[in-house]
């Protein structure tokens, strides 16, 4: 299974890229927002995966991050909702709108999303409302943060805190305001919760 591939953007078409790493071109397909997110880069990128098999196929499915990969797996879990539509959900809504949505149970903002009506939406509303509300802090309307996670020692330290009882989305906003490239682990750690 692959994590990540690092390599150079050598072709953008409508849905995918072309990403070329040692000689060999990997064609992912990728959500709008993602595709933004390496034009406005230089043509080097690190696209996190998503594997996707069935009998006759296999499809590389990239993102400019974890926090959307984990969304669209989310995703492709309910009932209805394929790789291309999850796709297309997270081209119309940023990871953060998206949470928002589906926490507020906003079926209007959902069905605006190609390929998701009024049953779909509130399907992703009744399997994810749960998951998704841990995931994100909301506070009435505002933009919901979720920190990038880069490196392994802020994923240990997410990790750390996520055994101590907090849920992803709050481990990595403590870690993400306090993290400084030189901490040791247990620097991090102990940081992060004293700013509760």
């Known amino acids: 299974m692959y994590e990540y591939i690092k390599g150079h953007v050598v072709d953008i078409y409508d849905d995918k890229v072309i ?38 196929e296999l499809s590389f499915y990239g993102f400019s991050d974890r926090n959307e990969r984990q969304i669209f797996k989310d995703l492709i879990s309910v009932s209805g909702i394929g790789p291309k539509v999850a796709l297309g959900i997270l081209s119309k809504f940023r990871g953060n709108e998206l949470l928002k949505y589906i926490s507020l149970g906003d079926e209007k903002a959902l069905s605006t999303a190609p390929g998701v009506g009024k049953k779909t939406a509130n399907r992703m509303i009744l399997e994810l409302k ?36 907090y849920d992803y989305h709050q481990g990595a906003q403590l870690v993400g ?20």
């Not at 998503?50 to 009998?55: A, D, L, M, Q, T």
């Not at 990038?148 to 101590?164: F, H, K, Q, T, V």
């Not at 305001?177 to 509760?196: G, N, P, Q, R, W």
Request: net charge negative.
């Open 130 to 165: 749960d998951k998704f509300s841990k995931m994100a802090a909301i506070d009435q309307y505002n933009e919901i943060d979720i920190p990038p996670i880069e490196n392994g020692i802020r994923e240990d330290a997410i990790a750390a805190l996520m055994s101590l009882g």
């Open 19 to 56: 990403l070329e790493c040692n000689g060999i071109g990997y064609a992912i397909f990728v959500s709008v927002n993602t595709m933004t997110d390496l034009s406005n880069g230089s043509d080097s990128a690190q696209i996190y995966i998503h594997e996707h098999i069935r009998e006759d």
């Open 177 to 196: 305001k306090v993290y400084k490239e030189d901490m040791t682990l247990e620097e991090l750690i102990k940081k992060a919760l004293s700013t509760k």
